[in-house]
């Protein structure tokens, strides 16, 4: 049976600057766990080339044939994914089409089968649901109500099958690299993917979807695991790796036997990120170290906010003075910072937005992530939001990554809340452009003059995109286009003949890794 795989193209604009189009690991750990023998499986990650979605798609529809197509989505990309089942369906109506994911798993009750393309959800984990399911289709069982995690069409309506029980790490196999059509970016932050290490965590910050994903739980990967798949991403032509994990320091120790594995195994020439808690960071001054050795170059640091009140809202703790230790640590060992805050709490005023970039410019982050207060589903920050009547876009998901303004605030309104964000957003960039004010300015100016006016460049860029997008609100949109752009051909053609040449090293770098040439493991 021929399976094909699909991850969103939608990204929002700072992130598309920082080039963070990482293939998905969900979609390459579905496939790394089907029977290879029974499924043909193709992985598609458009956010890698987002151009011209709709006949990228129709091409690898028509000429794969698949039987079945996944679709993995966040809330903002939903829209997205509910345009490319119309299209699969428009292509072939016997074609299959399963939604897997957050949105799936957090708003599956939200999701019509009247209007929508979708013939399954699968809720949660989803490694042995995908797999349960695509025996289910391939052996013509249509016992789909025996699937825990599943949800499937009848009529006009889904039927909610009980939740998974959580999955013995030990039982989920490597995620499936291969398979992918398209290979790394290349560029500055090019060679990028997604590496787990574990799943779950113990906290219960109200704006985390990942406590209704995994319930208060912590379960480790072995190192041997990670190692392996390290291994394999730098086989494939990897460069950096972003752990994944939801919260990786819960087990300070392991981390630092983690670090000491990827030294051991000849793996630091590949630069690493993470995301990480301010208080896993700030309990081990060793750890930080450890890391520096292992050639972590950045940590999204969750800081989440400066005032104990608002963290009291968000469940966060008292975790003020843990997010200064770490920002120290962390300053200390020369790892570069990308502090997530959230405003438009309820009590926000402009003042306190000024605070949370002033805080994040006295602290010399590197990349302040400074989200919008977004009620994603079935987050008790939702209810929260919705209880005290401050969320102004309750339905439209499109529109909730993180940088749009969804809410308003006891004393602001949604518009007011936006200006002040994009205000305070132009001004750090405007720092960091024309007084290089800025850790990766500051590090491009040791490196080379060249590199630091080209870092300046791309903030003045940044800025220009700043002021126009606010005109424009384009800030809003994600950036790729469904049609084919008039340079179009040139474009694929260029993207097809990376993922050949990718394909070719691919392969033969393969081989040398599966007969052992590779590292020391
Ligand atoms: C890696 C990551 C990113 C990466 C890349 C994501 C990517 N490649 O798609 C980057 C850094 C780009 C990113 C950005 C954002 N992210 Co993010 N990100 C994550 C993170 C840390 C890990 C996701 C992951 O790979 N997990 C490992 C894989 C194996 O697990 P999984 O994705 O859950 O997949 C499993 C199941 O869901 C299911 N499944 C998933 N897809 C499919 C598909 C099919 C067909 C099937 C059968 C099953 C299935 O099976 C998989 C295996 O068990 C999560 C979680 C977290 N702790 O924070 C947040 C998370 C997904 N991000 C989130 C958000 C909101 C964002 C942002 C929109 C804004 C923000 N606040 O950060 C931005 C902007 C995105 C953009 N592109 O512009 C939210 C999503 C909430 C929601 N309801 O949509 C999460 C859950 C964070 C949170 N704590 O709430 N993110």
Redesign the pocket.
């Known amino acids: 049976m021929r399976v094909l ?1 699909i ?1 969103m193209p ?3 604009y700072l ?2 600057w920082a080039q ?1 189009r ?6 390459s ?2 496939a790394g766990n089907l029977d290879r023998r029974a499924f043909d499986v193709k992985l598609l990650d458009l ?1 890698v080339e987002p151009y011209g979605v709709r006949s990228t798609v129709k091409q690898l529809v028509e000429q794969f044939k698949p039987h079945v197509v ?3 989505s ?3 990309q939903y829209r997205t994914a509910s345009r490319i089942a119309a299209l699969v369906k428009s292509i072939d109506p016997s074609i299959k089409i ?6 799936a ?2 708003a599956y009750d939200e999701i019509r089968a009247e209007g929508d393309s979708f013939d399954f959800l ?1 809720r ?4 042995a ?2 797999r349960e ?1 695509m025996e289910g289709i391939e052996s013509g069982s249509r016992a789909f109500d025996r699937i825990h995690g599943l949800s499937f069409r009848a009529g006009q309506a889904f039927v909610h099958n009980a939740a998974r029980p959580l999955l013995d790490p030990a039982a989920v196999a490597l995620p499936d690299r291969e398979s992918r059509v398209y290979g790394y970016r290349g560029g500055w932050n090019g060679g990028l993917d ?1 590496v ?1 290490t574990s ?1 779950g ?1 113990y906290m219960k910050c109200s ?4 406590s209704e ?1 995994y319930g208060q739980s912590f379960r480790k990967f072995s190192t041997e695991r990670v190692i392996e798949d390290i291994r394999r991403v730098k086989a494939l032509g990897g460069k950096r790796v ?1 752990f ?3 919260n990786i320091t819960i087990d300070v120790a392991r981390f630092k036997q983690l670090c000491q594995a990827i030294i051991d195994n000849g793996l630091s020439d590949m630069r690493y990120s993470t ?1 990480a808690s301010a208080v896993g960071i700030a309990s081990s001054e060793d750890l930080v170290g450890m890391m520096r050795a292992a050639n972590f170059t950045l940590v999204f640091l969750g800081i989440e906010g400066i005032d104990e009140a608002k963290l009291k809202f968000m469940k966060k703790g008292r975790i003020v003075d843990h997010s200064i230790r770490s920002i120290e640590l962390l300053h200390k060992n020369g790892i570069a910072i990308a502090g997530g805050f959230i405003t438009g709490l309820p009590d926000d005023t402009p003042e306190d937005i000024r605070k949370v970039f002033r805080f994040a410019s006295n602290h010399r982050i590197a990349v302040p992530i400074v ?1 919008c207060s ?1 009620p ?2 079935r987050t008790k920050f939702r209810d929260d939001l919705i209880a005290e009547g401050l969320v102004v876009n309750e339905t439209n998901y499109y529109r ?3 940088w749009n303004t969804n809410v308003r605030t006891r004393h602001i309104s949604r518009a007011r809340l936006s200006f002040e964000r994009t205000r305070c957003y132009l001004a750090f960039l405007f720092r960091a452009a024309v007084l290089g004010d800025n850790h990766y300015v500051r590090k491009a100016r040791e490196a080379s003059f060249l590199r630091m006016v080209l870092w300046r460049l791309s903030a003045i860029k940044l800025f220009w995109r700043g002021i126009t997008g606010t005109w424009q609100s384009t800030h809003s949109t ?1 950036f790729y286009s469904w049609r084919d752009l008039p340079l179009m051909v040139p474009i694929s053609a260029i993207a097809r003949l990376r993922s050949r040449t990718v394909t070719a090293t691919r392969r033969g770098a393969l081989n040398a890794a599966e007969s052992g040439q590779g590292s020391a493991m």
């Open positions: 795989l991850s939608d990204t929002m992130f598309r963070a990482v293939p998905n690991l969900a979609i750990s579905i956010v996944g679709l993995t966040m809330s903002f399963v939604l897997g994911g957050y949105h798993t957090m699968v949660g984990e989803g490694e649901t995908a399911l997604c787990e799943r965590c704006f985390c979807s990942i994903m972003f994944s994990d939801d995301q989200w977004t994603y589903p909730y990554n993180g994600s």
